[in-house]
């Protein structure tokens, strides 16, 4: 049983560029949540989706966009990099329902460093 | 708005030794509570999870109490080992109406070191 998977494992991108990341959901999972871990912090919720559709969303500037294809899996998009946007993003996955007391299923993130 | 408060690492113990990692939150409602694990370079894993007041999560001889009270889910071991060396995140979600679940706010990490 496939968990939840990232690409690409390490990105190093320039100031002012636009990266996207990509997740596919462990199986059986329909919802799909992004989070940014900065070094030496805990994770901070950029958004989710679920029906190919924002649900939720933190306190991140519009830069940063996503999308949810049919088969669940879900691209992060991040454009006019800054160098504060070097973190390690995270895909975690849920089935829907299951409302606060689902939890989640973490990929092993993406490292992305801004230059 | 909601916060989650953990004890600053890093924590370092022997083998066998007892471990406390408190962390206390803030929230409206009656949130959920989670204690998630992350080892070098991977993601993080769930380790444990309360979802009312008074409820014990367990899981790998970790335990943590949901404490309306005292607003605290600390987690214990009462006897670590080396392969416990990761870091531990306090986490909350929901509390309000409306939660669909899947945003979790995380305290800041707490770094356990286990020598032999």
């Known amino acids: 049983d496939a968990g939840v998977t990232q690409s690409p494992t390490h990105l190093i991108k320039t100031r002012g560029q636009q990266v996207t990341l990509r997740c596919s959901p462990k199986s059986g999972h329909d919802t799909v949540s992004w989070y940014q871990q900065a070094l030496g912090q805990g994770p901070q919720f950029i958004f989710q989706?679920?029906?190919?559709?924002?649900?939720q969303r933190g306190n991140f500037p519009d830069r940063f966009s996503g999308h949810q294809f049919p088969n669940y899996s879900s691209e992060l998009n991040v454009n006019a990099l800054l160098l504060g946007d070097s973190a390690l993003y995270l895909c975690?996955?849920?089935?829907?329902?299951?409302?606060?007391?689902?939890?989640?299923?973490f990929g092993n993130g993406t490292r992305l460093t801004v230059t | 708005g909601n916060s989650v408060t953990q004890m600053e690492g890093p924590v370092t113990l022997s083998e066998e030794a007892f471990l406390t990692i408190n962390c206390t939150y803030t929230a409206t409602g009656y949130p959920s509570l989670f204690w998630y694990v992350q080892y070098p370079g991977e993601g993080l894993q769930l380790l444990l999870k309360a979802t009312k007041a008074d409820d014990k999560g367990s899981n790998k001889g970790f335990e943590a109490t949901y404490r309306k009270e005292t607003t605290s889910f600390h987690l214990e071991k009462g006897s670590v080992q080396v392969s416990d060396s990761a870091v531990y995140f306090c986490a909350l979600s929901g509390g309000g109406s409306g939660n669909q679940g899947g945003k979790l706010i995380f305290g800041q990490g707490t770094e356990l070191s286990v020598k032999p």
């Open positions: 989706y679920y029906e190919e559709e924002e649900r």
């Open positions: 975690a996955s849920s089935l829907d329902g299951q409302g606060a007391y689902s939890p989640l299923h």
